[in-house]
């Protein structure tokens, strides 16, 4: 079983930074990601780290969002730069439900999830 807690949103104006952490017990070699669930609408894909290292970003946050982990700590963080009013929503962390590569390609491959932590971005 993993288990996920999310930590490090808040409120910024719009042009700043936050760095989102993600505390991960239970870990072991999958898929992790970042999703977000922007008001009014459905979850999407932010981000994401497949176990080979091979990152991927949804366009609208390219150069500006970095995904990364720290197996060490088992931690996985999303720091976000350049914040935009857009990227405010409710973020989730996520891991695959399968162990080993390959298993970042769709939403329906996570089965774990985290509570959530709201970033709101003001203009």
């Known amino acids: 079983q993993v288990q996920l807690v999310e930590s490090g949103g808040g409120s910024v104006q719009a042009g700043g930074s936050l760095r989102l952490s993600c505390a991960v017990s239970?870990?072991?070699?999958?898929?992790m990601a970042w999703f977000r669930r922007p008001p009014g609408k459905e979850r999407e894909g932010v981000a994401n780290v497949d176990t080979d290292g091979t990152t991927r970003y949804a366009d609208s946050v390219k150069g500006r969002f970095t995904i990364s982990k720290d197996s060490t700590k088992n931690t996985l963080y999303l720091q976000m730069n350049s914040l935009k009013p857009e990227d405010t929503a409710m973020y989730y962390c996520?891991?695959?439900?399968?162990?080993?590569?390959?298993?970042?390609?769709?939403?329906?491959?996570?089965?774990?999830w985290g509570q959530g932590t709201q970033v709101t971005v003001s203009s």
């Open positions: 239970g870990y072991s070699n999958r898929c």
């Open positions: 996520a891991a695959a439900k399968y162990i080993g590569t390959g298993y970042c390609d769709t939403i329906l491959r996570f089965g774990f």
